[in-house]
């Protein structure tokens, strides 16, 4: 395929462009610890808060925005402040404050390099299966300006490999199918994109870094 078709390359943002240090789980028992808690009521309180989760999403509560996200977080953080020390009425605030997970996306190496190689010659997208708050990443991280359309399932209402999102992607970045890469580390997500007509690549991190893709793809395609 000519390159003049290539006119956009779309990342997956987590597993490919970031990951977290530390899961929110582990920065509660953390925390906690900190205080002074002993591990088996921690252990209980996360567990508490796990399953809060699993009655609240079970009755087919969704997220869509920051307010439906902030609203679950407070239910989660409630049911681990209640189980732990049930007279601390501080508590849940203090864990909702202080193990919010935002802050602990980093970049991976190269990532950035890859991203001012292309960002003046294609269009530059991501689709995230993520809840609205991974939006602000792009920002804590300073890598917005790279993307001329960030698309979180969240605010879709669908996830990836719903082909829905796709057709999100496409449209908002003012291109087709045929003329786009799709970068995700998930097999199934790149096997959707591919199927209506998109550039797939699986990337691996245990194989690949996104700068030896590029270079692959820069073989095939001609894109760096």
């Known amino acids: 395929m000519s390159i003049s078709k290539i006119s956009t390359i779309i990342f997956d943002a987590g597993g490919v462009l970031l990951y977290i240090k530390r899961r929110r789980n582990d920065i509660v028992k953390e925390l906690l610890l900190s205080m002074g808690y002993n591990i088996d009521s921690i252990n ?7 399953e809060f989760d699993e009655k609240y999403f079970s009755n087919e509560a969704r997220i869509y925005n920051w307010k439906d996200e902030k609203n679950w977080l ?15 009425d501080y508590l849940a605030d203090k864990l909702f404050m202080l193990t919010f997970d935002t802050y602990e ?8 390099e890859v991203l001012e190689t292309l960002k003046d010659n294609y269009k530059l997208g991501i689709i995230s299966n993520a809840l609205p708050s991974l939006d ?3 920002d804590t991280l300073g890598i917005r300006k790279y993307f001329d359309n960030i698309i979180i399932s969240a605010y879709e209402g669908v996830e990836k ?3 829905t999102i796709y057709f999100s992607a496409v449209d908002k970045l003012g291109c087709k199918f045929e003329e786009c890469i799709f970068i995700d580390d998930k097999i199934e ?21 996104l700068k030896a893709v590029l270079d692959l793809l820069d073989d095939k395609f001609d894109v760096a």
């Open 161 to 163: 490999p719903d082909e």
């Open 189 to 209: 997500n790149v096997q959707a994109a591919e199927k209506l007509g998109m550039k797939g690549f699986y990337l691996d991190r245990k194989e690949y870094t």
């Open 136 to 138: 602000w990443a792009f």
């Open 74 to 88: 407070i239910g989660h953080y409630n049911a681990i402040a209640k189980c732990v020390d049930e007279k601390n």
């Open 44 to 50: 209980n309180a996360i567990m508490a808060g796990n």
């Open 105 to 112: 996306y980093v970049i991976y190496p190269k990532v950035i």
